[in-house]
């Protein structure tokens, strides 16, 4: 994100060419706005999860609030690769939509899901873990 974000500022003409056209259903302005949506929030995501080797409760609630932000971008993101390959029917922009929300939508679940269970909960609490039962 560092390193593509540096890119960006670096050759704007470039990324405009890239990220301002427009692909399905979503004008090219939207994709721009996206694409350095997502580029700022995985900055932030990146500093947010790094402190949290350090037990930090607010990075912990800090990452677990950014993550659904990426993962909207990033299901836009799948879409306009989807869409990209030529086939603007109707069941292509459905199946885009679905798969990317499904499949990208899954993960952030599964790992919000993780992270705000009451075994977290304690070890962000610095609670003694060994009492903690661990349900799968």
Not at 34 to 45: K, T, Y
Not at 55 to 72: D, E, H, Q
Not at 98 to 116: D, F, K, Q, R
Request: charged share 15%.
């Amino acid at each position: 994100s560092f390193q593509y974000f540096g890119w960006m500022l670096r050759k704007p003409n470039q990324v405009f060419e890239i990220w301002n056209t427009p692909v399905g259903i979503i004008p090219g302005e939207v994709y721009l706005i996206i694409n350095i949506l997502c580029v700022l929030s995985g900055i932030a995501l990146v500093i947010f999860a790094s402190k949290m080797t350090k037990r930090s409760k607010a990075c912990r609630t800090w990452t677990l609030r950014v993550l659904p932000v990426i993962t909207l971008t990033e299901i836009v993101s799948f879409y306009k690769g989807w869409m990209s390959e030529g086939d603007d029917s109707l069941i292509q922009h459905v199946l885009a939509f679905v798969i990317g929300t499904i499949s990208l939508g899954g993960i952030c679940t599964l790992i919000i899901l993780a992270y705000t269970s009451e075994y977290m909960n304690n070890f962000f609490s610095r609670k003694n873990l060994d009492t903690v039962e661990i349900r799968v």
